[in-house]
């Protein structure tokens, strides 16, 4: 943090804009569930001080800064994308870095991105050399245990990180008008719809691509405009319409699902089930319990009454995702009973009709998600038409 404060500083140059670091605490708090109970440090942040994250240009995660690898991954929100791709370019890395428009769940970076409504970034070697555990990394091969201590061997690429974390955050507090993409993020959420529509057919994405489709065009005609913005008097409202109109529309399409957005979580419960209720269809015994299993996740090696308790905790436990509802909701009750009947000997031809029933529940729930984020993505478009610009 030393090294970025002086590299920031250096020349004795005054930032345009607030600059803070800021050490969260209770990362992985551990008190219930480690699935659900983390990032308690920032989320009690961004709770606190909306009229910081309001006005929250880019936040930059340094917590992984530095460690080995050679091939690495810059995380960041998808209207930030086109921002950082030019900064690996112009450092020369990007050969060594790949662009990805997904934050992590499990670093901080997610509560001030995707649940604060800021632009974030995080720059990881960890995920490209095989995971935290079981990975090739320097940080892998300290992650808690009692090694986990600060040497320069483990952090080879310290230098090269801060070159992009310094760059980010120089070129964002000198940019007169903030370079929020709201064309990126209409591009990123295409994609992952249309991911997802290949695995829920006879679900209709027409409605939510649409409102995509309009948000790009106002996206891309915004930049033209905001390009030629010139003086800061221009630029400091039209900057506060940027971020507010991004704060009310990036954390409603966010989802915790693969692809990102908050309709992978139910396509693919719905692609899951479909193939469960095929294979019960067949009277495929191994077949149907795989599935079912890897639906229920963590829930299918533990007990009723323990299964009962991670569902209710997971709704009720009011966590860094709950405010806007991105971790996806589970398949139903009936899914637990169905696997330990299925486990216990149990005929597969008599789940079918079990197995339509939470089929049609996970289409209805991916419908809402649909319709939520048309509706937001035409209010992000109306609300783009009228940023007030000279």
């Known amino acids: 943090m030393l090294e970025l404060a002086r590299v920031l500083t250096a020349g004795g140059a005054r930032p345009r804009r607030s600059l803070m670091f800021i050490s969260f605490g209770a990362e992985e708090a551990g008190v219930e569930a480690t699935e659900s ?143 929020v993409d709201f064309a990126g993020i209409a591009s990123w959420a295409e994609a992952a719809l249309t991911a997802d529509a290949a695995k829920a057919p006879g679900v209709s994405f027409d409605e939510a691509k649409q409102a995509l489709a309009r948000l790009g065009s106002e996206g891309a005609r915004l930049g033209q405009r905001l390009a030629a913005v010139n003086t800061a008097a221009a630029a400091k409202p039209a900057n506060l319409w940027l971020m507010r109109t991004r704060k009310d529309l990036v954390p409603w399409i966010i989802g915790r699902g693969a692809g990102g957005v908050r309709t992978s979580t139910y396509a693919n419960q719905v692609q899951a089930l479909a193939g469960a209720r095929a294979s019960a269809e067949k009277g495929d015994r191994t077949a149907l319990e795989t599935a079912l299993a890897r639906l229920l996740g963590a829930g299918a090696r533990v007990s009723p009454e323990v299964y009962r308790e991670q569902r209710l905790y997971a709704y009720t436990s009011g966590d860094w995702s709950s405010l806007f509802d991105q971790r996806g909701r589970q398949p139903g009750a009936d899914l637990y009973e169905i696997y330990r009947r299925v486990r216990a000997g149990g005929r597969p031809e008599a789940e079918v009709e079990n197995l339509k029933a939470l089929e049609i529940g996970a289409r209805e729930r991916l419908s809402d998600a649909l319709f939520l984020i048309a509706g937001k993505v035409d209010a992000a478009t109306r609300a783009l038409r009228e940023t007030p610009l000279p």
Do not use: C
């Open 37 to 179: 109970d983390w990032l308690a440090g920032s989320q009690a942040f961004i709770a606190e001080h909306p009229e910081i994250t309001r006005r929250l240009a880019l936040a930059v995660n340094i917590d992984v800064t530095g460690w080995g690898g050679a091939k690495g991954a810059l995380l960041t929100t998808p209207d930030n994308v086109a921002f950082e791709r030019a900064v690996l370019a112009d450092l020369g890395l990007a050969d060594r870095a790949d662009v990805r428009p997904v934050l992590s769940s499990t670093t901080d970076a997610w509560n001030l991105g995707s649940v604060g409504g800021g632009a974030a970034a995080l720059m990881t070697w960890v995920s490209e050399t095989g995971g935290v555990f079981g990975g090739r990394s320097t940080f892998s091969a300290i992650y808690h245990t009692d090694r986990d201590v600060f040497d320069p061997k483990n952090v080879p690429n310290l230098a090269t990180d801060i070159r992009i974390e310094a760059l980010s955050i120089v070129r964002r507090d000198h940019a007169m008008a903030l370079p």
